[in-house]
């Protein structure tokens, strides 16, 4: 273990051509093979990987960088990655940086220490595309879940609580996370009051319709969307 540098952390075949597949790693990169060229698979046709800046490089840049989830697209033109701060969208034909980045939890960016006392830097978050690959689902702390329009680039965050297994079939409200936060505002929420042993590490969208589940700790929660052009409806 001491030797060990690099670690496979995910893998999906494309959702179209059978002999093509990807692995992502705990470095951050993405490996691309073909089994046409070799069925061992021993060596990779083409390598996604973002250059660091050295100007923002710290002892929790590896740790970060570390994807824990690929997906690809339904079209299999792109696919998605989420690290431990964002979501990418990498092109096919793009090897050297992604085409789009969104921040999940930036504000989580100077509590990194913390987060690596209580082990909580290394919980594994999955993504997903919705089925017109027009929205991006992922989840985070304090039972938080994300979805972002790749189209206005707007987002949305939603909370997964216990009133919601009680009143099913409510209309959720966004929130915000805001450093500013009122505490008589139930929209919005501080950093500092988040609660890191609540976590959304799961979550799916469904492969037709614009459904999602999101699976808590003890709960597993499905939506659906009212207005499927947008994720603020949900």
Aim: net charge neutral.
């Amino acid at each position: 273990m001491e030797d060990l540098t690099e670690v496979i952390t995910g893998a999906e075949f494309h959702p179209r051509e059978c002999n093509l597949f990807v692995y992502s790693s705990s470095r951050g990169i993405i490996r691309l093979c073909d089994m046409r060229q070799s069925a061992l698979c021993d060596r990779h046709c083409k390598v996604f990987e973002e250059p660091e800046d050295p100007s923002t490089r710290s002892f929790f840049s590896e740790i970060i960088s570390s994807i824990s989830d690929i997906k690809f697209s339904h079209s299999g033109r792109y696919m998605l990655t989420r690290d431990f701060l964002n979501l990418k969208v990498w092109d096919l034909q793009m090897d050297n940086k992604p085409v789009e980045t969104y921040p999940i939890h930036e504000y989580l960016r100077s509590k990194l220490c913390v987060l690596y006392e209580n082990d909580c830097i290394f919980d594994k978050f999955e993504c997903g595309w919705s089925p017109n690959d027009d929205h991006l689902l992922t989840g985070s702390y304090h039972n938080l879940f994300k979805i972002t329009s790749r189209l206005s680039r707007r987002d949305a965050i939603f909370e997964s609580s216990r009133e919601q297994a009680i009143r099913p079939r409510q209309i959720l409200k966004s929130k915000k996370v805001l450093p500013s936060a009122r505490r008589n505002r139930r929209d919005e929420i501080n950093p500092d009051s988040l609660e890191f042993t609540k976590k959304i590490l799961h979550c799916a969208y469904h492969p037709t319709d614009d459904i999602i589940a999101i699976a808590t700790a003890h709960n597993l929660f499905t939506y659906i969307a009212k207005d499927p052009s947008s994720p603020l409806s949900s």
